[in-house]
Structures are given as C-alpha cells and as structure tokens.
C-alpha cells in the first residue's frame, strides 16, 4: 500500500455530495415490527425476551436464529498522521486550504473492529449454526509486515437446566482453527460442541486493521432469520468512501457529524485535539434469509490510495457454517 494518502480541496463536497444521497436512501422498519421487541445489545447475559423467542412469522419452522449480530469500526490516529507539521492546527473544514494540500501517513491510522454475534438453537439439525468461520486479512508475502490481528476471541454458551437455571460454559481455544484460503486471506474456523435446542451461543473478538482504506463488508441476511444486525463505523472525513447500503424496506441507515480524538504523547498539542467524522450507522431489523444477501459495502474513493485486494470471490468476513 502506498504510503502516502494525497487529500484533495473537493472532498469536503464529494462528503456533503455522499451525506444528502445516504439519507435520501434511509429506511424505515415495516409497521409490524415497529413496536417489536428488539434483543439486548450488550453481551454476557441474554435477556428473558432472548430465552422466550423462537421466532417470529415464517421463521418459527427455522431450525436457528441470530438474535443479534453487531459490528463497530473506529479509526485510531496518531499524532503522526500528516505528513507535514499541523499538529498545533485543527484538521478539517475550517482550513480548507491548507487541509486539501497535506498528505497523511497511512502508516500512523489503524482500524478498531468489535465484532459481536449471538445464536439460538431452535432444533436439534439447528447444532451446525452453532459453528462459525471468521475471515480476516493476513498476507503470505514474507517480505511485508502486512497483516490485521484477530484478538480477544471469546465464544460461551448459555443452556437452562431442569431447574431453569442458567448455566454458562466457556468454549476452549482448542475449538479454534486457522487456516489459509489464499495469498491474503486466513480463516479462523470456530467448532462449538454440545449444543441443544434453546442454547444460546455469544461470540466475541476484535481485529485491528492496518489498512484504513479498506472496511470490511457486513451481511444483513444470513442464513437464518436475524432478529437485529447493526453496523456502527466512525470515518475521518478526509477518507472519503463510497457506501453502498443496501436497497430493503427493513434496514435503516443514518448518518451524522462527529469528532475523533488523536493519541498522542507530545505535551506541546493541544488539548482535546481532534479532526471531523462521518459517522454511519446501518441496523436491520427482523429479516429473513433469502437467495439474494443483502450486504452493506463500501469501497474508497479517495484518490491516489492503492486499494488492498479484496475478500475472496463469494465469501463475506463472518458467516455461519
């Protein structure tokens, strides 16, 4: 990837431009689901509503379900993103001039994913969605340090015993299982033993990216129903991206300023220092699997980037066996 990223004086209207079209193009839930019970977002303890639900319409004869399946992506900038020195200056639309001339270190930006997924089993042939494949970005060419970390994977499962009481169980790493589907891609397969119907199954993990140019896409419909899929990103807005939310009545996508803060270790910066955002969120609510998956994508459009080679052929980052 090149190392140098030239920002250009119009980005700040291709993202005035991408902002009133993302809205334009905003869903909204059906009436049906719009007074429905949403699962709990926060992992580590499912809700009564999750131990009671198996379904909704047609999806009460599937044989799994997610309850909900969440992807947050934050950019991390150092002190040392540009190239020249303006770390005493505010980075963004009130100095236009200077802002559309400087260059920036890809180098000094990385890319904080927190990914999360819960699972019901409704019926005994419902144990294979139990398992999952994790794709992630891992070069084969011995000559780069080029590679995102898959980090702090974590997979428990909840069962109720006669006493309906719950009881939890970590799964063991030994259930883990990397392996290289090509000259950029690893998979991370996760085998889960002895689950039933009415388990729930959480599973957590992080990867840092080193490719700022590049995000991960986000299937909405998987192969079973999903009762609420999210997506959270916070983009500098001197990263202009092309993003393509999918065309469904039950997805919804907003998007609205923000500001993210630099690290930096330097006592001469001021204080609260930070550079403007866009920030996306895209949620899906009640959907049902189908042939056609709808998929939220994105690709840069920045120019002068040299875009990393995408995933492989049919394949989307997380997916249930």
Known sequence: MDKKLTIINNSII????????????????????????????????PSS???????????????????????????????????NNQSNSEFGVDNLPDFGKNEIDDSNILVNYEFRLRTKILKPEGARHADIDI?????NDKKLISMDE???????????????????????TSSFAKERIDDNYMVMHVVVPDVQPGSIIEYEYNITSIRPAFLYDWAFRECVPTVRSKCDIEIPAFLQFKMNAPI????KSNVEAGRLAYDTNRTDMKRGKSCPTNH??????YILPEDNVANFTSRII????????????????????
């Open 150 to 172: 898959l980090s702090d994977m974590k997979v428990r499962v909840f069962t109720k015993n006669e006493k309906g009481k719950v009881v939890k169980r970590n799964v063991s």
């Open 14 to 45: 291709m993202n005035y431009s991408f902002r009133k079209l993302l809205l334009l193009v905003a869903f909204t839930a059906c009436g049906s689901m719009a007074n429905a019970q949403l699962p709990n977002e926060k992992f580590g303890k």
């Open 248 to 251: 469904d009545k039950l997805i």
């Open 49 to 83: 509503m999750e131990w009671d639900f198996n379904g909704w319409g047609s999806a009460v004869n599937a044989d799994a379900i997610i309850l909900c399946k969440t992807m947050k992506a934050t950019y991390q900038l150092s002190d040392q993103v540009f190239s």
């Open 302 to 321: 920045t120019p002068n980037v040299t875009l990393p080679a995408d995933l492989p052929e049919g394949r989307t980052h997380l997916s249930l066996k």
């Open 280 to 285: 996306y969120t895209i949620v899906g609510d």
């Open 135 to 139: 794709i992630y970005y891992n070069s």
